[in-house]
């Protein structure tokens, strides 16, 4: 059975602004199984961000195969990306991006709105199983307002997994939270990847990173270090600890 | 995404900014209102004026003596008395669509009564001429045939003269003067108001004008005939009959008519036509405001767009296709117009009913023009509301989640 999840060859992206030619991404060879917990870091300005939008198929490659979950994503429509990001990956964004005066239970359950493959789904009770799994069974008619900064990521995490995708995709997840929070956040991501769901995590933070199995660091558009976390840290005894 | 969440989503949006959105609507809901009012108030001036018209007689037809040339000097309308009572009997005779036909024999003179006297128009005419005018006595009988025959001096009379001459007590039966000859009166006509050019209909007394033209004033110059048809469809090929019958007995080969038939359809239609055009114009100078409104929807949902941006980006990002989008801030336009057009009739209905109660008109708001007017304004908040949604769905949307 095939168990990879993302496989690029060579892909590369080049921005043009006026006469400039920008080379985000110069070519990238990257694969990630089923189960991985990957950790891509990099400074900014490496290429990590736009590595991330082509992997979320956010965006296209210039030249280079995207191949994700067994789909050739090269050349595809604007309304089949939106159809695979829809289906395959769960986005967790650094500033939660949550709709705003929207409940939790309404967040979560926009993208099974958006799912044309015409599966009939209980929405509502798919939505608050989602945000059972990230612990707020409680918070189910908040509203992000009024809810804290951890507690809305965690609505988006839930929003991520209520899919099912074949990988979550997570940008600097806790790049607006503080340490007990992060931890609160890189605890949920290592119970859901013992669970089996594939992470992809950008940070540039080394201490985040160490939450991951393994670390790819980007620099100058290239992968420069593909490596095994030696020394993995866990969030669980890591909050225990601080308590 | 299914209907149902569309409205959902779009209502969900409009309720979060709900004074933007009422601020948005007010354009649409003043130009319904308007609309409405003013396509109202034009049909309650129109079936006023229609009421008006009838009043004078249903399907009438006025005959008079034309102008005539003599050696190429026109003496004007009326100078010649061209009209006979033979004219009357041919045409009551000959005619097939003719129903009703009666003579109208005017003069004036000073009326004496047991409560006073009176200078007021005396009308010789015939029996039919209450068919004609479609006249009812409200006490007492019009004269009949018989009388006319007879040349009997009896008087039906209008109301004016019966409050000026009997006050208070029931004119039948009771004797007034006209000139110097006694008159019984035999009944009292109803009401009709003022004429359409102002002057008092009630201030008349009928007499059979056998009567008038051998006891009051004493010549067979007719000014005027009236005649009526059946049904109002009749009223050209009577009035074709008419001209040729009186065309034959006046001896008339060349055209040159000394007579003229009109009828009151004429003046009923171009009546209608010219509030038809007023209804018209103040209506389009109404929906001048429908589009001001729509213009401030696309304004708005341009803010909104903006504003809207990240949310936007999130949805994309999560899976919504550019259609999805599009779709959203459609339905969010359409409901605004439609919502905008609701509150619009209602003001429009309640306007309307304001007017007719302080003018008395009948306005009417047809179910046919609420129909349109909701119909229209979800058009314009569509045909306005489409630019910004394409905006919105064309956005990239990497860009549009980094927006701030």
């Given at each position: 059975m095939n168990d990879i999840v993302i496989q690029t060859e060579a892909i590369t992206k080049t921005y043009v602004s006026g006469t400039n030619e920008v080379q985000a991404v110069r070519g990238i060879d990257l694969t990630v199984r089923k189960g991985e917990f990957v950790a891509i870091m990099g400074a900014s300005g490496s290429g990590k961000s736009t590595l991330m939008n082509l992997l979320g198929c956010l965006d296209s490659p210039t030249s280079g195969s995207y191949e994700l979950d067994a789909v050739r994503?090269?050349?595809?429509e604007k309304n089949e990306l939106a159809a695979i990001r829809n289906q395959k990956i769960g986005f967790v964004f650094q500033g939660f991006n949550l709709l705003p005066r929207t409940t939790a239970i309404e967040n979560v359950e926009l993208p099974l709105l958006y799912d044309r493959s015409g599966k009939k789904r209980d929405t509502r009770a798919l939505a608050t199983a989602a945000l059972e799994r990230v612990?707020?069974?409680?918070?189910?008619?908040?509203?992000p307002s009024e809810l804290s900064g951890g507690q809305q990521q965690r609505v988006a995490i839930a929003r991520a997994l209520v899919t099912e995708p074949a990988l979550v995709l997570a940008d600097?997840?806790?790049?607006?939270?503080?340490t007990r929070t992060s931890m609160e956040v890189m605890k949920l991501f290592q119970e859901l990847n013992e669970q089996g769901i594939t992470i992809v995590l950008v940070t540039h933070e080394p201490d985040i990173a160490a939450y991951a199995k393994r670390i790819v660091e980007v620099r100058d558009g290239k992968i420069r270090l593909d490596h095994e976390v030696i020394n993995r840290r866990n969030a669980a005894v890591d909050l225990q600890e601080a308590a | 995404m299914k209907t149902k969440t569309l409205l959902k989503v779009a209502t969900q949006s409009i309720q979060k900014n709900k004074l933007r959105a009422t601020l948005t609507m007010l354009g649409i809901i003043i130009g319904v209102a308007a609309v409405i009012v003013m396509v109202a108030v034009g049909y309650g001036a129109r079936s006023r004026i229609k009421d008006q018209i009838n009043n004078l007689g249903t399907n009438m037809i006025v005959i008079t003596p034309g102008a005539q040339n003599t050696s190429g000097v026109s003496q004007g309308?009326?100078?010649?008395?061209?009209?006979?009572?033979d004219d009357i009997d041919k045409i009551r005779r000959e005619?097939?669509?003719?129903s009703a036909i009666s003579p109208v024999v005017v003069s004036r003179s000073q009326v004496l009564g047991p409560q006073g006297n009176w200078r007021t128009t005396i009308n010789g005419v015939d029996p039919d001429f209450q068919t004609i005018r479609n006249w009812e006595t409200q006490s007492g009988t019009f004269f009949s045939e018989d009388d006319v025959r007879a040349g009997r001096t009896v008087a039906v009379i209008g109301q004016t003269v019966a409050n000026q001459l009997?006050?208070?007590?029931?004119?039948?039966?009771q004797t007034l003067q006209i000139g110097k000859v006694p008159f019984t009166v035999m009944g009292e006509l109803t009401s009709k108001g003022q004429t359409a050019s102002g002057?008092?209909?009630?201030?008349v007394i009928l007499v059979p004008y056998t009567t008038a033209t051998?006891?009051?004033?004493?010549?067979?110059?007719?000014?005027q005939i009236l005649a009526s048809t059946s049904?109002?469809?009749?009223i050209p090929a009577a009035q074709n009959e008419i001209k040729s019958i009186l065309e034959e007995s006046h001896k008339i080969?060349?055209?040159?008519?000394d007579f003229t038939v009109r009828n009151q359809t004429d003046l009923a239609q171009a009546a209608t036509s010219s509030t038809q055009v007023m209804t018209l114009l103040m209506a389009s100078i109404a929906s001048i405001s429908l589009l001001v409104g729509g213009i401030g929807i696309m304004n708005i949902m341009l803010v909104s767009v903006t504003e809207r941006t990240r949310e936007i980006g999130i949805r994309l990002a999560i899976g919504a296709r550019g259609g999805d989008v599009l779709t959203q801030f459609l339905v969010e336009a359409l409901v605004m117009g439609i919502a905008g057009g609701l509150a619009g009739l209602m003001f429009g209905v309640a306007g309307a009913k304001l007017v007719g109660h302080f003018t008395g008109w009948e306005t009417v708001v047809s179910p046919l023009i609420m129909l349109i007017s909701i119909g229209f304004s979800g058009a314009v908040g569509v045909f306005f509301g489409y630019y910004p949604a394409r905006k919105a769905a064309a956005l990239n949307p990497i860009q549009a989640l980094r927006y701030e």
């Open positions: 994503t090269e050349g595809l612990g707020l069974a409680d918070r189910l008619e908040h509203q600097e997840p806790t790049g607006n939270l503080d | 309308a009326q100078a010649f008395a061209n009209l006979k009572l005619s097939q669509y003719v009997f006050s208070d007590s029931d004119p039948v039966g002057s008092d209909s009630d201030d051998t006891r009051l004033s004493g010549r067979q110059f007719i000014p049904s109002e469809q009749d080969t060349d055209g040159n008519d």
